[in-house]
């Protein structure tokens, strides 16, 4: 049996390698000295769908809502092998809070086909604050895993997925159709690692129109759509100062003595 | 039918993908191995003159993990005349020094001029590889080449037997090969794409082997005002200051400064084989340069952004090898052609080779040959540029510099102790004080060796 996804890819600030003044005085990121990059949890997300896609055949569809900054997300996605690529554009998009993106994710889901499997990555950069995933779900209505660390098996219309919880993991059968929400702890060598970017495909479509779709395109109005949030203003966090204290020795002795300080910490 | 519907369709038998996705070979005019100076200028001749050309670079983005101080300009301004607009740049070069680093004392000399401070700045930048290679790449895509990064090329695909075995295609790691009709190899000083391109295509090596550079370097955050300060700057001017001395000690090679726009780059290159025998590690040996007073002071305070090490082939003229094979060409680093005389010149010579290679596989392509004799003109615009002129030049450095080792260490500190000698102010008579620091300055070199090495000394000029 065939199992079509949809995966929504998101492309956000890439934070690896901060330089200094990129905070500004007023707490805010100077994003003009921030490159961009595929958020790495979509795209985990997006390999899961493609191993479904791989094993039981199918079709995946890459979604994403918002302009494309530098990295194209959803060229990339296509570089990789999902079959369609949809885009939500709208000047509403640039202010939006999580609650219009869920909303504009939903509509755009719908628009394409409800799938057997919504997949979206868990932790989101870039003040997401993992909402969208979650929140799309809940607005398709559909039965959901958060924090899904690999999926075990899909057949006899469920999922059969592994989620990591506080302490240890959970198995969990979910029927279909069905949202995962995927915060994969990539080990090294793994099997889940996000396979990269095939050069034949890139050659190929590279230049591949991508439909996009504007807020009044999924029939939602973009006067009544505004925020539920409005953001007033944004404070840094406190930077602590941590005095690190180094213990020497690197026996079992040394090893105990930190335990036991960190706990009395 | 729209899209979305077309998509449902095959929701229901979801047969064949897209017809793009058709499973057949991907053949493209040429490909170039390695997204550098090299490969990107090659990429650019080739798809300026209409030819479809796929880079494929192993790094996450084009210059991710290149390294390299100065940039001179002369090739690029060719390849792309707006760079001075476009490219980020970030200080252009307006005074140079030479510094010879003592124990604690130091002496340098210092030259620039106002013409230096304007268009096009003698042709010297310092840049940024990571974000110079970025720019660079995206203006090489913009004239219709395709970089395919991420993507790490095993090998080479072959067709034929002995004079007539040519590349066909590349294997590239996880990946479907690809194929084209001509290849410009520019994996860098680590090349190990064109090493065994030589020996599959019994290409000849240079008449002596390839020896290696360590090449390491800091790149150190202060505040724009301070660093100005620190380096008596204007905004639009920048600083390049070579070092040799006792920090490389026992090393062939020397260290350098150069200031960016908000940062400063601190750095060394070294013969590899001497921190075996000098039993250091080019950490401790970059440890104690930055640590020399002379150097503190411009990096005091500062934050650590990025530290970084590379290869470089040093070898020169005479470790060369065939650059031409049927369907294949070497440019840049992988084919040595480092200046590693004072001027310590590869990028431009790397742009110059790639253009070179790109131009010869375009008029190639129009006469639809392209085996090892009509690839021949790359090697013949090369010889009659200042690459291969340079690099015969200073054909003579690697071997200068091993045979005089006191190049780096005893002469300048020799220098050093003479000018601080000299000028010591103390209750003695001046010419008391003068005698006795020339005596000194000529104390434990026979004269005869002092004579020979500054003639051998000139050919590194
Ligand atoms: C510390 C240091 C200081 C330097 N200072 C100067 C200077 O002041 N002035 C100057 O002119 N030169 C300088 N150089 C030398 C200069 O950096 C090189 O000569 C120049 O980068 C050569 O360009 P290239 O394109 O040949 O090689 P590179 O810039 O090395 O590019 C080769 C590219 O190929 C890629 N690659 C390699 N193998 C593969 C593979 N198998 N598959 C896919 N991609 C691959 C690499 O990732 C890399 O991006 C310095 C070098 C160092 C290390």
């Given at each position: 049996m065939a199992y079509n996804s949809i995966v929504l890819v998101r492309e956000i600030w890439d934070t690896r390698d901060l330089l200094d003044g990129v905070v500004r005085s007023d707490g805010q990121a100077d994003t003009s000295r921030l490159t961009t990059r595929f958020d790495p949890e979509d795209l985990n997300a997006l390999e899961m769908a493609l191993q479904v896609k791989d094993e039981h055949g199918g079709t995946v569809t890459a979604l994403s809502v918002g302009a494309s900054r530098e990295v194209d997300v959803l060229r990339e996605s296509l570089y990789r092998g999902v079959d369609a690529v949809y885009r939500v554009v709208d000047p509403v998009l640039d202010t939006a809070d999580t609650s219009v993106k869920a909303t504009a994710a939903t509509k755009a889901v719908e628009k394409i086909g409800r799938p057997d499997l919504f997949i979206a990555g868990l932790n989101v950069g870039e003040g997401e604050n993992s909402h969208v995933g979650v929140h799309t779900a809940q607005l398709l209505g559909l039965p959901r895993a958060h924090?899904?660390?690999?999926?075990?098996s899909i057949g006899d219309g469920a999922a059969t997925c592994i989620r990591a919880i506080e302490g240890g993991y959970e198995t969990v059968a979910i029927s279909l159709p069905a949202a995962l929400i995927v915060g994969v702890a990539l080990l090294k060598e793994d099997p889940r690692a996000p396979r990269s970017a095939k050069a034949r495909l890139k050659l190929q479509m590279k230049k591949t129109p991508i439909e996009q779709w504007s807020i009044a395109d999924l029939g939602l109005d973009p006067a009544t759509i505004g925020n539920v949030t409005i953001c007033v203003g944004v404070e840094p966090v406190e930077q602590r100062a941590i005095d690190s204290r180094r213990i020497e020795g690197s026996d079992e002795a040394a090893l105990k003595q930190m335990i036991q300080e960190l706990k009395e910490w | 039918m729209r899209f979305a519907d077309k998509l449902r369709n095959y929701s229901i038998a979801p047969a064949k993908p897209l017809s793009l996705m058709d499973e057949e070979q991907v053949k493209l005019d040429a490909l170039v191995i390695g997204g550098g100076p090299a490969g990107l200028s090659a990429a650019c001749a080739m798809a300026g003159a209409g030819m479809e050309v796929g880079v494929l670079e192993r790094g996450e983005f084009c210059g991710a993990k290149n390294v390299s101080g100065l940039l001179y300009t002369t090739v690029l301004s060719e390849i792309l005349p707006d760079y001075l607009e476009s490219a980020p740049l970030e200080r252009p070069v307006t005074r140079r020094s030479l510094a010879f680093l003592d124990r604690e004392a130091y002496w340098s000399v210092s030259f620039g001029s106002?013409?230096?401070?304007?268009?096009?700045?003698?042709h010297t930048h310092v840049v940024y590889r990571a974000q110079f290679d970025r720019w660079f790449a995206g203006q090489t895509e913009e004239l219709g080449a395709t970089l395919l990064e991420g993507m790490v090329v095993e090998n080479l695909l072959y067709e034929g037997e002995g004079a007539t075995k040519r590349p066909v295609g590349v294997q590239i790691r996880d990946d479907e090969p690809l194929y084209a009709d001509v290849i410009v190899l520019a994996d860098g000083a680590n090349c190990m794409v064109t090493d065994r391109a030589i020996n599959e295509l019994n290409l000849s090596r240079g008449a002596q082997e390839q020896t290696w550079a360590v090449g390491v370097k800091q790149i150190i955050s202060l505040p724009r005002e301070k660093l100005e300060d620190r380096f008596n700057l204007e905004p639009n001017e920048g600083c390049a200051i070579d070092y040799i001395g006792v920090p490389f000690e026992g090393l062939v090679g020397g260290g350098f400064v150069y200031t960016g726009r908000e940062s400063v780059v601190v750095g060394f290159a070294a013969k590899a084989e001497t921190f075996k025998h000098n039993r250091v590690s080019p950490a401790q040996v970059m440890d104690a340069f930055i640590q020399h007073p002379a150097v503190r002071r411009y990096v005091q305070?500062?934050?650590?952004e990025e530290y970084s090490a590379h290869m470089i082939p040093e070898s020169g003229y005479r470790a060369?090898?065939?650059?031409?094979g049927n369907h294949v060409m070497i440019a840049g680093d992988a084919a040595g052609?480092?200046?590693?005389?004072?001027?310590?010149?590869?990028s431009n010579h790397a742009m110059a080779s790639g253009r070179a290679a790109g131009e010869t596989a375009a008029v190639a392509r129009e006469a639809g040959d392209f085996s090892k004799e009509a690839l021949q003109p790359y090697v013949q615009k090369l010889r009659a540029s200042f690459v291969m002129r340079d690099l015969s030049k200073y054909k003579d450095v690697p071997e200068v510099m091993d045979s005089v080792p006191e190049l780096f260490s005893l002469y300048p500190s020799k220098v050093c102790s003479l000018l601080i000698d000299f000028f010591e102010v103390s209750l003695r008579s001046k010419a008391e004080v003068q005698k006795q620091a020339i005596q000194k300055f000529l104390s434990g070199v026979p004269k005869l060796k002092g004579i020979r090495d500054i003639w051998k000394v000139r050919k590194l000029i």
């Open positions: 924090y899904v660390d690999r999926l075990q | 106002e013409a230096w401070c304007e268009k096009p700045y003698n305070g500062g934050n650590l060369i090898p065939e650059m031409v052609l480092v200046n590693m005389s004072m001027y310590h010149e590869g």
